[in-house]
């Protein structure tokens, strides 16, 4: 019962340093989405993907990228990390047939120092 | 207005309460409702589907009025085990979803 995977769960980054955040789906979801949730704060959409090819921007997408070349994965980039970057990052997906759930992973933790 | 809203509490409620929280929602076109539990830095979790005719399990019950454009969850007897933040979901169409910014809520023993 893996659903979605997220790797690393924690980071510590220096300003200015890149990294990729992963996340895998195993259950043939064909829409994912990259979140951020600061502290006290809502969720808010980074990027999404309606399938392998697609992609498309969220609300915060400044700072980072990502790409789907895979049906089971939707890895975000973060470049030249900054502060403002210090957040959990939580990965979901959901299926094709519309009006469905979002299923989420358990998250990654990154500060930026 | 913000397309979903929900007040963000907290609400501070005893072991064995019934405590009630709504949801607003700006688009009538809005097609599925969901509850979503989040426990504190972890992910969010679906709580249950809101159905037109009102739906419930077990101590939990939720209720739509697309009339009015709200969404209401219903906790009975209340548990320290529920104490966490409900998140109102709405899908527009599609994959369209929004999520609310959640009501915190404390169960005290």
């Known amino acids: 019962n893996a659903g979605v995977t997220q790797t690393p769960k924690f980071r510590i980054l220096k300003i200015g340093q890149s990294m990729t955040l992963q996340c895998a789906q195993d259950?043939?979801?064909?829409?994912m989405y990259w979140y951020r949730q600061d502290p006290g704060m809502g969720l808010k959409l980074i990027y999404y993907?309606?399938?392998?090819?697609?992609?498309d921007k969220g609300e915060v997408p400044n700072g980072y990228n990502v790409s789907r070349s895979t049906t089971e994965d939707f890895p975000l980039r973060l470049e030249l990390a900054a502060p403002s970057q210090t957040s959990v990052y939580f990965c979901?997906?959901?299926?094709?047939?519309?009006?469905?759930?979002?299923?989420f992973g358990d998250g990654t933790r990154l500060s930026i120092l | 207005r913000k397309e979903v809203e929900q007040d963000p509490g907290p609400f501070n409620v005893p072991e064995g309460a019934t405590v009630a929280f709504n949801c607003t929602y700006s688009?009538?076109?809005?097609?599925?409702f969901f509850w979503y539990r989040q426990d504190c830095r972890k992910e969010p979790k679906l709580l249950m589907s809101?159905?037109?005719s009102g739906n419930e399990d077990g101590r939990f019950t939720a209720q739509l009025n697309r009339a009015s454009q709200y969404i209401s969850l219903l906790i009975r007897d209340s548990k320290l085990s529920d104490s966490a933040t409900y998140l109102c979901?709405?899908?527009?169409?599609?994959?369209?979803?929004?999520f609310g910014a959640g009501t915190r809520l404390f169960v005290k023993a």
């Open positions: 979901a997906s959901s299926s094709s047939y519309s009006n469905q759930p979002q299923h």
């Open positions: 259950m043939n979801h064909n829409y």
């Open positions: 993907s309606v399938g392998a090819g697609i992609t």
């Open positions: 688009n009538s076109a809005s097609q599925s």
């Open positions: 809101v159905y037109s």
């Open positions: 979901v709405v899908i527009d169409g599609g994959f369209k979803t929004i």
